[in-house]
C-alpha cells in the first residue's frame, strides 16, 4: 500500500500536520510506504486553465514542483490532504494544489486516475464551533468522487477557547483509526 501525504498548511509542525503525522507513522508503523508533500516549500503555481490536459496532453502540462506530486497521486492508494481553515476554506497552498488536479480528469469529466484510491482530509480550524466551515469537506468530497475515489474520511481539529488552544488528543485517536481501517 502507498500513501501520499499532502501537507497544505504554511506550519510545519502546525495542528493539521501534526494530525496527518499521527496517521502516517501508524500507517508506517504497519509498512506503509508514505510520502510526504510539505507545499509551502514547493515552487508552483494554480491551475492555468489552459485546458491542454484536455486536448493535447493527459497530464498537466506546467512543469514546476508539483509536477512530481501529480504523478505520485496517480499511483497512490490513499492520498492524505490535511490544511488549516483559512477564511472558510482550505489553505491557498492546498487549493491551488486541488485545482492542479483537474488534470485528473477528461474533457467529459471521466477519472484518469485508477478507481478504488481512498482520501482522507485533515482539517484544523481556529474556531471552536464545529457548525463553521462544516461545507469544506463536502464540497471537495465531490471532486475527490468524480477522480475515482471510492472511500473518504473526515478528521476535524477545533480550538478550545477555554484552553486557548486545539485539543489533539480525539483527532489523534481518529487518525489511529482510520489509518487502521485503511490497513485492511
Same mark, same amino acid.
Given at each position: 500500500?502507498?500513501?501520499?501525504?499532502?501537507?497544505? &498548511?504554511?506550519?510545519?509542525?502546525?495542528? &493539521?500536520?501534526?494530525?496527518?503525522?499521527?496517521?502516517?507513522?501508524?500507517?508506517?508503523?504497519?509498512?506503509? &510506504?508514505?510520502?510526504?508533500?510539505?507545499?509551502?516549500?514547493?515552487?508552483?503555481?494554480?491551475?492555468?486553465?489552459?485546458?491542454?490536459?484536455?486536448?493535447?496532453?493527459?497530464?498537466?502540462?506546467?512543469?514546476?514542483?508539483?509536477?512530481?506530486?501529480?504523478?505520485?497521486?496517480?499511483?497512490?492508494?490513499?492520498?492524505?490532504?490535511? &490544511?488549516?481553515?483559512?477564511?472558510?476554506?482550505?489553505?491557498?497552498?492546498?487549493?491551488?494544489?486541488?485545482?492542479?488536479?483537474?488534470?485528473?480528469?477528461?474533457?467529459?469529466?471521466?477519472?484518469?486516475?485508477?478507481?478504488?484510491?481512498?482520501?482522507?482530509?485533515?482539517?484544523?480550524?481556529?474556531?471552536?464551533?464545529?457548525?463553521?466551515?462544516?461545507?469544506?469537506?463536502?464540497?471537495?468530497?465531490?471532486?475527490?468522487?468524480?477522480?475515482?475515489?471510492?472511500?473518504?474520511?473526515?478528521?476535524?481539529?477545533?480550538?478550545?477557547?477555554?484552553?486557548?488552544?486545539?485539543?489533539?488528543?480525539?483527532?489523534?485517536?481518529?487518525?489511529?483509526?482510520?489509518?487502521?481501517?485503511?490497513?485492511?
Amino acid at each position: 500500500m502507498k500513501i501520499v501525504c499532502i501537507l497544505g &498548511s504554511p506550519r510545519e509542525e502546525g495542528n &493539521s500536520a501534526k494530525i496527518a503525522a499521527r496517521l502516517c507513522d501508524a500507517a508506517e508503523a504497519k509498512g506503509v &510506504s508514505v510520502t510526504k508533500y510539505f507545499l509551502n516549500k514547493l515552487k508552483y503555481i494554480g491551475c492555468q486553465s489552459c485546458m491542454a490536459c484536455k486536448d493535447k496532453s493527459e497530464i498537466c502540462v506546467i512543469k514546476d514542483d508539483l509536477t512530481e506530486v501529480l504523478s505520485e497521486v496517480k499511483s497512490a492508494d490513499v492520498v492524505v490532504l490535511a &490544511s488549516p481553515i483559512f477564511f472558510g476554506d482550505v489553505s491557498g497552498q492546498m487549493k491551488c494544489f486541488i485545482d492542479r488536479t483537474y488534470s485528473y480528469l477528461t474533457l467529459d469529466y471521466k477519472s484518469r486516475l485508477a478507481p478504488g484510491k481512498k482520501v482522507v482530509m485533515i482539517l484544523s480550524q481556529g474556531d471552536a464551533d464545529k457548525k463553521h466551515f462544516a461545507d469544506v469537506f463536502c464540497r471537495y468530497n465531490e471532486f475527490f468522487k468524480w477522480n475515482g475515489f471510492n472511500e473518504s474520511h473526515l478528521i476535524r481539529a477545533f480550538y478550545d477557547n477555554e484552553k486557548k488552544s486545539t485539543p489533539l488528543d480525539e483527532p489523534y485517536r481518529q487518525a489511529e483509526e482510520i489509518a487502521a481501517k485503511l490497513m485492511k
